[in-house]
């Protein structure tokens, strides 16, 4: 089976730096994918690691390690429209599906 | 930017009626899927659709659901005897020949009554 752990919550305040972590216990892993996802609507793809290492893109930073099984989502200079969920999901070699964690609520504050 | 779309944006129906949820995925994209999502809960996935087949179904997806691809842009998921608690948002995705990110459509609210 397949297990996919994240914080359920966490807050933050606008301008400062969060970590979010994902750690999953797979077989045949094959890429991690982070989502935002805001109340109500579909998840938007925000990152992909497949190989060990840190993705950056703008604000958000993506780290991967295959052999801890671990992630981390970094968001930057964070401004109050980041308040959303993050959704950490799962591909397996040979599989299509995506399996999606619970997600991480993240609130900004002023 | 191209965008998966979805219609209707909510549906209501009572019990042991049939519904179709309709998707228009990115043009040029060759693989398909539907998710559900039930309020609060994490996103499952249904169905993976490519070449006109199935290519993968979780548990969820038994003997009442089907997808089809009825023309060069639909992507459809039909429930034919819906049940309380099919309720939940539907996703559809999808993804091109070469990038391995899935592009959700806006989903469409099911509510069984």
């Known amino acids: 089976g397949q297990n996919i752990d994240q914080p359920t919550e966490m807050t933050a305040t606008e301008g400062a730096i969060v970590q979010i972590n994902c750690t999953y216990q797979?077989?045949?892993?094959?890429?991690l994918f982070w989502y935002q996802q805001h109340a109500g609507e579909a998840p938007t793809f925000l990152s992909y690691?497949?190989?060990?290492g840190l993705e950056e893109k703008g604000r958000f930073s993506s780290f991967l390690s295959r052999s801890k099984g671990y992630s981390y989502l970094l968001l930057k200079e964070l401004q109050m429209k980041d308040s959303a969920s993050y959704l950490c999901?799962?591909?397996?070699?040979?599989?299509?599906?995506?399996?999606f964690g619970t997600g991480t609520r993240l609130l900004v504050s002023p | 930017e191209p965008e998966v779309t979805q219609t209707p944006s909510h549906q209501v129906t009572q019990m042991g009626q049939e519904v179709i949820l309709r998707c228009v995925p990115i043009?040029?994209?060759?693989?398909f899927y539907w998710y559900r999502q039930i309020l609060g809960q994490k996103v499952e996935f249904l169905v993976s659709?490519?070449?006109?087949?199935?290519?993968?179904k979780s548990e969820i997806f038994d003997d009442q659901f089907s997808v089809e691809r009825p023309d060069g842009s639909n992507f459809t998921l039909k429930i034919r005897s819906t049940k309380l608690e099919d309720s939940a948002m539907y996703f559809c995705?999808?993804?091109?020949?070469?990038?391995?990110?899935?592009?959700f459509g806006p989903g469409t609210r099911l509510t069984v009554t």
């Open positions: 995705a999808s993804r091109g020949p070469d990038g391995y990110e899935q592009y």
């Open positions: 797979t077989s045949g892993f094959n890429g």
């Open positions: 043009s040029n994209h060759l693989y």
């Open positions: 690691n497949v190989l060990d």
């Open positions: 659709f490519y070449n006109n087949e199935i290519s993968e």
């Open positions: 999901a799962v591909k397996n070699t040979g599989f299509q599906k995506l399996v």
